[in-house]
């Protein structure tokens, strides 16, 4: 068990540019979460797969981010014109159906700087 | 709409000393709560779940949570802190909205360990 993998750890990005974050859940899990993390706050919920299937996105989730999770294993979550405001860590989760879904494992995280 | 709320921002406690770090939740039916870590450069830990049962659950690493329906709270507990405790704790609790089980997390504790 290698965990949940994000790539990459640290991105600096100027405003306007588009940026990409890889995350690589648990074999075994078909579920997988992103969440964006500020500073001083605990992680927000922003989006939710269920195998390649995108089944839920929070209102915090604007029209210029975009996730995937093609064929049900690793996802990306794509930024497009980033602002200065999307500076956060964005975390990925994996888990297991059902019950087991509570208990999600993290990564360690994408930390995003825009200047 | 379900709340956390960590009322203390950071605490710092000696080493050996008890520690009582305190969460009260804000959510209309039975909780699933959780208590993560999360460590400089860390993605997050579990450090226990409480879905329902015994109200004193254990944890990983020495810890342990009592749910307390009547305070709508769920403190962490552990009876001598290690300087490697030090780190920042969030409680959260779990909702299924029907397609997906979401984690709504409190703005997190940071624990300062004194040697």
């Known amino acids: 068990d290698t965990g949940v993998s994000q790539n990459p750890r640290h991105k600096i990005t100027k405003r306007g540019q588009n940026v990409t974050f890889r995350c690589d859940p648990i074999s075994e899990h078909n579920r997988l979460y992103w969440y964006r993390q500020t500073l001083g706050q605990g992680p927000e919920f922003l989006t939710y797969?269920?195998?390649?299937?995108?089944?839920?996105k929070s209102r915090l989730l604007s029209d210029r981010f975009s996730a995937e999770r093609p064929k049900g294993s690793f996802s990306t979550l794509e930024i497009q014109r980033t602002e200065q405001g999307d500076s956060a860590m964005y975390l990925c989760?994996?888990?297991?159906?059902?019950?087991?879904?509570?208990?999600?494992?993290f990564g360690p995280g994408t930390r995003l700087t825009v200047t | 709409a379900q709340s956390v709320t960590q009322p203390d921002i950071h605490i710092t406690v000696s080493e050996g000393a008890s520690l009582e770090l305190r969460c009260n939740y804000s959510?209309?039916?039975?909780?699933?709560l959780f208590w993560y870590v999360q460590s400089p450069g860390q993605g997050l830990q579990l450090l226990l779940k409480?879905?329902?049962?015994?109200?004193l659950v254990q944890g990983i690493k020495g810890f342990e949570a009592e749910f307390k329906r009547s305070q709508s709270s769920f403190n962490l507990r552990k009876p001598s802190v290690h300087w490697s405790d030090a780190a920042e704790y969030f409680c959260?609790?779990?909702?299924?909205?029907?397609?997906?089980?979401?984690?709504?997390f409190g703005t997190g504790t940071r624990l300062q360990v004194t040697l």
């Open positions: 797969f269920q195998n390649e299937a995108q089944l839920e």
């Open positions: 959260a609790v779990g909702r299924n909205t029907g397609t997906a089980s979401k984690l709504t």
């Open positions: 959510y209309g039916a039975t909780p699933y």
């Open positions: 409480y879905f329902s049962g015994d109200t």
């Open positions: 989760a994996s888990s297991f159906p059902g019950r087991l879904s509570y208990e999600q494992y």
